[in-house]
């Protein structure tokens, strides 16, 4: 299983220009923001599932681009699960005909570009014979993260959250878990406004993580334009014996 990220900014402007997508293999994403602008026609056309973690627009902005340039150009529609409530929020606010056009039932409701593929959190869907598992977490009604494996390992995608100690409980004796990809989104002197919009800075996600095996490597995304090395820095500082590394675009893993 071949992991590359595509996008992992916490916005425009700064060292990472793209916001959060990965792509699994050649035919999954990990959320879809402007990160899919990197595939030319031809590998968008390979994606038939989108998992999305929650419903802001640095996450989801690729997919209603997505949708509409692969129509005609693929057989069958693009699978999107998601949390119900996430669904819920992408019908009402995104795929409304107001913002765009509803590609569920685009050019028909029989023959869809993308149809909708609600979960419960807590489920499992199989994909060639890859297994994603969601957890919820603290941030959005209905936000999720991603437990991502096949046979030989995997990752966890934390999407954007805060302070969930379930999620690490749930994942803490895991032997196949050698990554996790997390939010780190403001330096410490801003813990406050972090808390408020449901993501970490180094102090939080430091206290959060300390059951979890010293030999997991963290991959921190969602680092706010200008203040990646700042944020990086303090996570090195706070915790010296764990290994803390920040994402670029174009990185690769093999699993």
Same mark, same amino acid.
């Given at each position: ?11 425009? %402007?700064? *060292? @990472? ?13 990990? &959320?879809? %923001?402007? %990160?899919?602008?990197?595939? &030319? ?11 999305? /973690? ?30 119900? @409530?996430?669904?819920? !929020? ?26 909708? !593929?609600?979960?419960?959190? %807590? ?15 603290? +941030? /959005? ?7 991502? +494996? ?21 994942? @803490?004796?895991?032997?196949?878990? =050698? ?5 780190? =989104?403001?330096?410490?002197? *801003? ?11 180094? @102090? ?34 706070? =915790? !010296? ?15």
């Amino acid at each position: 299983m071949k992991l590359k990220v595509l996008g992992c900014a916490g916005g425009i %402007g700064g *060292e @990472q220009r793209y916001t959060t997508c990965f792509q699994v293999d050649r035919d999954i994403l990990l &959320d879809a %923001g402007t %990160g899919i602008t990197s595939l &030319d026609i031809d590998e968008l056309a390979r994606i038939d599932h989108v998992f999305i /973690t929650h419903s802001h627009l640095d996450h989801v902005a690729g997919l209603a681009l997505l949708v509409d340039a692969v129509r005609g150009k693929r057989r069958g529609a693009v699978t999107v699960h998601a949390s119900e @409530q996430v669904i819920s !929020a992408l019908k009402a606010t995104l795929f409304n005909w107001v913002l765009w056009p509803d590609f569920s039932v685009i050019p028909s409701a029989e023959d869809p570009v993308m149809r909708w !593929a609600p979960f419960t959190p %807590g489920d499992t869907i199989e994909v060639g014979g890859r297994e994603i598992t969601s957890f919820p977490v603290k +941030h /959005t009604p209905g936000a999720v993260a991603y437990w991502v +494996h096949e046979r030989k390992g995997g990752f966890l995608f934390s999407g954007d959250m805060c302070s969930t100690p379930d999620l690490w409980t749930a994942l @803490q004796r895991t032997d196949k878990l =050698s990554k996790v990809i997390v939010d780190c =989104s403001f330096p410490n002197a *801003e813990a406050e406004l972090a808390a408020k919009s449901g993501h970490f800075c180094p @102090q939080s996600l430091i206290d959060d993580i300390a059951g979890m095996p010293a030999a997991i490597e963290f991959l921190i995304y969602h680092l706010k334009p200008g203040q990646e090395h700042m944020i990086m820095s303090e996570l090195r500082e706070g =915790s !010296a014996t764990r290994p803390f590394r920040a994402l670029k675009c174009g990185d690769e893993f093999v699993f």
